[in-house]
């Protein structure tokens, strides 16, 4: 059965704790993982409930292995796949296709400032996906690492741009989950917004190599709702990583990681630049 012998289970669950004392779950499969997922989306981080919790970890387990897991070390490098000349390319990948897939040893989320996913119910960003696959513990640990840095600094911080923090990845095939703030480039894109861009890349090459990371994937940070033209921003990408692992040799494998036709053609148009 899969995932499905856990579905109906932790959909009662988490809709009783909403306060549904007699719910009724939708008719078909889809509508009751859709269903799921809007409230997973929208739970408050608190205490999960200890029965909750098996479910929950029981279902994703499940669900993500019949989603597919997509090995890094099965992505050519763009010197064998696009003929790339960067000095770095033995290091570098394209891949397109769902990050919350893939096994390496981080994957990296375009967060907002407050650091707790998107409260969108089924909203389609990567934010909310990256949460809704590894697991209510995932918004669980980024409030108690907020709730610490606002001990320090203020019950009005929020995470500044291009400042990442590193946290596990629960169900996600993957080991860790790299959170960082892009530049919001609207009205119109800046060159401090360029600067803050490049920095993103940097500062979590910089945690990986701190934190014994050896293969990452970058989403396309900034881009879509955060307003930065997706043509300079796989530039600046790619530009970034390509010097940082000229500079050091810390990290094995850089990927990046697009779901767009148009980002996949971008990022090919600069790999392969003379």
């Keep these: 059965m899969g995932s499905e012998q856990y579905l109906d289970g932790l959909l009662e669950a988490i809709l009783k704790e909403s306060g549904d ?7 078909d499969i889809e509508s009751r993982r ?14 999960i409930p200890e029965g909750m919790l098996r479910l929950q970890d029981a279902y994703l387990k499940d669900r993500n292995a019949e ?16 003929g790339c000349r960067l000095p770095s390319a033995d290091r570098m990948s394209l891949w397109q296709g769902d990050i919350t897939t893939l096994d390496c040893d981080a994957i990296v989320n ?9 409260f969108s119910p089924n909203h389609k960003c990567i934010d909310n996906c990256i949460h809704t696959y590894a697991g209510m513990q995932l918004r669980l640990e980024c409030h ?6 606002r001990n320090v600094f203020g019950k009005g911080y929020e995470q500044p741009t291009s400042v990442p923090m590193l946290t596990g990845a629960y169900n996600l095939p993957c ?13 119109f894109k800046t060159p401090q917004h360029e600067r803050d861009l490049a920095q993103c890349y940097r500062n979590v090459l910089d945690m990986c190599r701190d934190n014994g990371i050896r293969s990452v994937a970058f989403c396309c940070i900034s ?19 390509s010097e940082w692992l000229d500079d050091d040799d810390s990290v094995d ?22």
């Design 21 to 27: 004392e007699s719910p009724r779950l939708p008719p």
């Design 34 to 47: 859709l269903t799921l997922r809007a409230y997973m989306n929208v739970r408050h981080p608190m205490p």
């Design 67 to 82: 989603r597919g897991v997509f090995h890094a070390d099965d992505i050519p490098t763009v010197d064998t796949a696009l």
């Design 110 to 118: 375009a967060a907002n400032s407050q650091m707790l996913g998107c």
């Design 144 to 149: 108690r690492r907020m709730t610490e840095l």
């Design 175 to 187: 080991r860790h989950v790299i959170h960082v703030v892009g530049p919001i480039a609207i009205p």
């Design 223 to 241: 881009t879509g709702v955060f307003g930065f033209p997706n043509d300079r921003a796989a530039e600046i990408a790619v530009g970034t990583v």
């Design 253 to 274: 494998k850089v990927i990046f990681n697009v779901f767009l036709d148009k980002d996949r053609a971008l990022y090919e148009e600069v790999l392969t630049r003379e």
